[in-house]
């Protein structure tokens, strides 16, 4: 179901779609300029590195991963933040199980 411009997102109502091996993720809201996903990463899931043209900011919500972007690695933990410049390689791997939350824009038309 095509949710663009709606209002408002229920957590309970929306269902998680695979994203990767121990990897899944929820499409919240979103328009044509932003989109916000929750991704959950279960214990040494691997967020296989990859590139888009989209600035992505994201918010460790809860857990630790290893976040690398553009060849630089830091462990981040609940709270931290990390900014993914349009088109850097950038990838993450689950330390600990945990969910990240993601802001891309323009919005992601190929996870709709």
């Given at each position: 179901m095509?949710?663009i411009?709606?209002?408002f997102?229920?957590?309970?109502?929306?269902?998680?779609?695979?994203?990767?091996?121990?990897?899944?993720?929820?499409?919240?809201?979103?328009n044509?300029?932003?989109?916000m996903?929750?991704?959950?990463?279960?214990?040494?899931?691997?967020?296989?590195?990859h590139?888009h043209?989209h600035?992505?900011?994201?918010?460790?919500?809860?857990?630790?991963?290893?976040?690398?972007?553009?060849?630089?690695?830091?462990?981040?933990?609940?709270?931290?933040?990390?900014l993914?410049?349009p088109?850097?390689?950038?990838?993450?791997?689950?330390?600990?199980?945990g969910?990240?939350?993601?802001?891309?824009t323009p919005?992601?038309?190929?996870?709709v």
């Amino acid at each position: 179901m095509n949710r663009i411009n709606e209002p408002f997102a229920f957590d309970s109502k929306l269902d998680w779609e695979p994203a990767g091996e121990g990897i899944r993720r929820k499409i919240l809201t979103y328009n044509a300029e932003v989109m916000m996903v929750r991704v959950d990463f279960r214990a040494g899931a691997v967020g296989t590195p990859h590139s888009h043209p989209h600035i992505q900011c994201s918010l460790v919500e809860a857990g630790v991963f290893d976040v690398t972007i553009a060849g630089r690695t830091e462990r981040l933990k609940q709270g931290d933040s990390f900014l993914v410049p349009p088109n850097a390689i950038h990838g993450a791997v689950a330390v600990e199980a945990g969910v990240l939350l993601d802001v891309f824009t323009p919005m992601r038309e190929d996870f709709v």
